[in-house]
């Protein structure tokens, strides 16, 4: 083989090499619940996979059961159980990390204003239940949760969070979803956060009142609509109203 037919080689390898790599996703920092997963030197080849989702706005909540963690005790519990209320469904990525217990203590330190409501909450994870007990029974000052003020689901076996879309196939873990679920039972919301960055409670209470608001008076709420707002009327003629509204206190 000449030397140019070497050199030729050579250059082809190379170019492969580059594309190969080009194409393979450096996953080294990804993380969960804020925290790093694996080690900063560690390769991996592939992005995260989640599963399709069976959670559909405007149609039914996928259904689901299993053990909850309820005031230091183990109990079955269905999402049926919660028909006739509003429930904000969460999910999050595994217990004894870091952003997930500033989520659950701040739903927690909240139920009263979502129970004045008529909405409960529900958080749920991949850890078993007695995993979720023991983080229970650690301390809020060393990373616990302490006395939580609604069930803590187990949902081992990953089927819950593959049902809602949110089951990570490469972690082994789900992302940071929220459904909101009206008193029949119909997905109404859906919030999707990537790990590192928690939710906000006051958001989902505003969510909350919102479609509750739509579902009693037939009205609709503009961006940023919070109780006591102005609502538009969903025709083309009255809506008008709400426009000349805005635009003479200046807001349009």
């Known amino acids: 083989m000449s030397s140019y037919s070497s050199a030729g080689v050579l250059l082809l390898l190379s170019l492969c090499s580059i594309i190969v790599h080009s194409q393979v996703p450096d996953d080294t920092c990804h993380s969960f619940a804020g925290g790093q997963v694996y080690p900063q030197e560690t390769k991996r080849t592939s992005g995260h996979t989640i599963q399709w989702s069976q959670a ?7 259904d689901w059961n299993g053990t909850a963690v309820i005031n230091g005790e183990f109990k079955d519990i269905k999402l049926s159980d919660f028909k006739g209320k509003y429930l904000v469904f969460f999910f999050y990525p595994l217990d004894f990390t870091f952003v997930c217990p500033t989520e659950i203590i701040a739903f927690s330190d909240s139920m009263d204003e979502f129970r004045k409501i008529n909405t409960e909450v529900v958080a749920c994870s991949v850890d078993s239940q007695f995993t979720h007990l023991a983080w229970t ?31 990570l196939q490469d972690l082994g873990h789900s992302l940071r979803g929220l459904f909101i679920i009206d008193p029949k039972g119909t997905l109404r919301q859906i919030t999707m956060n990537d790990l590192p960055v928690g939710r906000s ?45 805005q635009s003479n206190a200046g807001e349009l």
């Open 56 to 62: 559909v706005i405007s149609k039914p909540a996928p």
């Open 137 to 167: 029974n650690v301390p809020r000052n060393q990373g616990g949760l302490g006395k939580i003020n609604f069930p803590l689901l187990s949902d081992i076996t990953h089927e819950i969070s593959k049902a809602y879309g949110v089951y």
């Open 201 to 245: 409670v006051d958001e989902t209470l505003r969510l909350v009142q919102a479609f509750q608001y739509t579902d009693k008076h037939g009205e609709v709420c503009p961006a940023g609509w919070k109780p006591g707002s102005a609502t538009i009327i969903p025709d083309p003629k009255k809506s008008k109203e709400y426009f000349q509204q």
